[in-house]
């Protein structure tokens, strides 16, 4: 037991335990991760392969977390700085066409919900992307006003405005009803 504390095997066994715990948070962010990147770019596929991509750039630029910060605002960031790096460099993407997504089902959906879901989705790929990424994260992933500014890199009042414009703009798109702004 004298060689173990002779070595200086101290710093790796932190080292270690910073690595596996860096781990765990990535883990435990994957589902909220998917969500996020389905948000943005409307198409499950694609998604995925943003969050992969998000969590591949976290994981070799691990060494720059600082351990005791906030993990989730800072993946995130990761994802929606590679979404928009990707969306300004790839012109062959395209916006998601509601349009086109119709024409993809051979068979209507059985339950209202299902029906319910694809009028939301749809009217989520309506509003204007400040405004459904504010809802993405603080409606749909629970992050607090707080974090979500830090991710977008804006004030909180300013999430907040979107927060309410997007959820009034949603209201009325499923609604029907003219919009405002």
């Known amino acids: 037991m004298t060689a173990l504390a002779t070595q ?5 066994s932190h080292s270690v335990r910073e690595k596996d715990d860096f781990k765990r948070q990535l883990l435990a962010t994957i589902p909220s991760l998917r969500s996020f990147a389905r948000g943005l770019c409307g198409d499950r596929e694609t998604a ?10 976290a994981w070799a ?21 590679h979404f928009y790096s990707t969306m300004r460099r790839d012109t062959r993407m395209v916006s998601w066409e509601p349009e086109a997504f119709e024409g993809l089902l051979h068979s209507p959906p059985d339950q209202e919900d299902k029906i ?12 204007p992307s400040e405004q459904r990424e504010v809802l993405i994260l603080v409606g749909a ?12 890199g804006c ?3 300013t999430v907040k405005s979107r927060l309410s414009r997007g959820r009034e703009g949603l209201t009325a ?7 405002t702004s």
């Open 155 to 157: 004030p909180v009042g």
């Open 141 to 152: 992933n629970g992050l607090s006003y707080e974090e979500a500014s830090e991710i977008i």
């Open 48 to 57: 995925d392969d943003m969050a992969q991509e998000a969590m591949a750039k």
């Open 116 to 127: 319910n879901v694809a009028d939301v989705i749809k009217a989520m790929q309506a509003l």
């Open 8 to 12: 200086p095997s101290a710093p790796a």
């Open 173 to 179: 798109i499923i609604d029907g009803s003219p919009q």
């Open 61 to 81: 630029a691990r060494e720059s977390f600082a351990p005791g910060t906030n993990f989730r605002a800072w993946i995130f960031m990761i994802l929606r700085n």
